[in-house]
């Protein structure tokens, strides 16, 4: 691999072209008009302006992405998260043209990547999974049957896709028809598939996630699991590894289930097999895979002290992974707190602008991932993350005083963030006890609206 197309935006694309360049490989970077300026176009050994700022005209524009790739003699292409990195088609046409696609092959992506196939993949291998439909259903009132057999509350879920998008929670049949056309319209406009599938709602769960790396040599490993449930309508805020709701048997049970989700498909690369967990019965069940790098993989990079990205591009070269299932040690614990230019105190209100300051924290087990600097421009038509602070300790006691004294040291100004709302989420009982379910955040907020302001001590 001499060349590498990174067709993504923002954090990631920074990321990718750091692993990228530590092996000696050259990157172009693709850019919308909004973000010509970016500092993943400053970073590329090249960067091609590919159409608007709307991601339609741009970044979501396969045909734009695949024809640069070949004008600029790129060996291969890395998606990144979100955008088409879990779009098979896409994938399909990049190994057509004899590039290499930084990730599993189109079929286990198109496998995997819906999840409604996916699901049938996993009942064969013998996992469990949650009670669902047995593919996408077409109008609310297979939705309302489906509640009729197994009661609500229910899950609509975009059978394409992911990040909490598409996904609505139906509590009775009264709410089935609007939320069905929600969710619809949603997962059509991020995912360019309005399918939806209707699962289940387990109320009192941890999401629990596994990491896996495969080789092209039919060589899987799996790297522990991320805590993901902190979550906000679906939308992961904080992340940690190792769970602390997870013991070692559990912790083996689940990887060797992600391994075996991974040998079905013939997965290749860096991938996440998420899981359900039943606090009160502790049984877990499979709900999708991620065919692709999480957002949240610098904790599992931390605990493992592997470079993810960079295995992503040395297993696409054909390496082989020299890495033994016994030879796994997770170390320490690590948690990741997302920042977005959002406004806590307004319902996490997008907002966008220019940045003034931009301090972000250091020291001892402290990394932050970002694109951001002061004067950078943050457009209204992407996600938006603004960075992301990772700490890391020998246990989880010191972790957590890591994230509260880095977050205290967080200074963002210009736009909105979420930093505040972080220093005061780390700084709750059940964070600290590590006692909480997906279900957690949409109650604590309640009390933070009512505290609205900077927790006390807080940087201003």
Not at 230 to 257: C, F, V, W, Y
Not at 382 to 410: N, P, T, W
Request: hydrophobic share 40%; with cysteine; proline share 4%.
């Amino acid at each position: 691999m001499r060349r590498l197309l990174v067709a993504n935006r923002g954090e990631i694309a920074v990321r990718i072209i750091r692993a990228a360049r530590d092996l000696g490989v050259e990157t172009v970077a693709v850019t919308s008009q909004a973000d010509r300026h970016a500092l993943h176009a400053r970073m590329a050994d090249r960067a091609v302006c590919i159409g608007p700022a709307v991601a339609a005209g741009s970044y979501l524009r396969k045909d734009l992405l695949l024809h640069t790739a070949l004008e600029t003699d790129c060996d291969a292409v890395h998606p990144g998260y979100g955008f088409l990195s879990e779009d098979a088609e896409f994938a399909a046409m990049v190994e057509r043209e004899g590039l290499v696609f930084v990730g599993p092959s189109a079929d286990a992506i198109a496998e995997m990547g819906d999840k409604a196939r996916a699901r049938d993949v996993v009942m064969s291998a013998g996992i469990p999974v949650v009670p669902g439909s047995d593919g996408p259903v077409d109008n609310a009132e297979a939705v309302r049957d489906f509640g009729s057999r197994f009661g609500y509350p229910l899950l609509l879920k975009a059978k394409a896709g992911g990040g909490g998008r598409g996904m609505r929670v139906v509590e009775n049949d009264a709410a089935a028809a609007g939320l069905f056309t929600l969710a619809r319209t949603e997962a059509e406009s991020s995912f360019g598939d309005g399918g939806i599938y209707v699962e289940k709602y387990l109320p009192q769960v941890r999401h629990v996630e596994i990491q896996v790396l495969a080789d092209n040599h039919g060589h899987i490993v799996y790297l522990g699991e991320r805590d993901c449930s902190i979550q906000r309508r679906h939308q992961k805020i904080l992340e940690e590894a190792p769970s602390p709701a997870i013991n070692d048997d559990l912790r083996t049970a689940m990887g060797q289930a992600a391994v075996a989700v991974a040998k079905t498909v013939r997965y290749t690369g860096a991938g996440t097999v998420e899981f359900l967990f039943d606090v009160q019965t502790r049984d877990f069940y499979f709900i999708e895979t991620n065919t692709r790098i999480q957002v949240e993989h610098p904790i599992t990079e931390a605990v493992a002290g592997l470079d993810l990205v960079a295995w992503q591009l040395r297993i696409a070269d054909g390496e082989h992974l020299d890495l033994q299932q016994s030879d796994v040690e997770l170390r320490g614990h690590a948690i990741e707190a997302r920042i977005t230019a959002e406004d806590a105190t307004a319902g996490f209100l997008p907002r966008p602008g220019t940045i003034g300051q931009f301090l972000v924290p250091s020291g001892p087990g402290v990394r932050v991932d970002t694109h951001c600097h002061a004067g950078a421009s943050v457009p209204p038509y992407y996600d938006s993350l603004l960075a992301k602070l990772i700490v890391h300790g020998r246990d989880r006691g010191e972790a957590l005083r890591r994230l509260q004294r880095a977050l205290h040291e967080f200074h963002i100004d210009g736009v909105a963030s979420t930093v505040p709302f972080h220093r005061w989420l780390a700084e709750q009982p059940a964070i600290v006890a590590g006692d909480y379910t997906t279900a957690y955040l949409d109650h604590a907020l309640v009390t933070y609206r009512d505290t609205i302001g900077e927790p006390k001590g807080a940087v201003t």
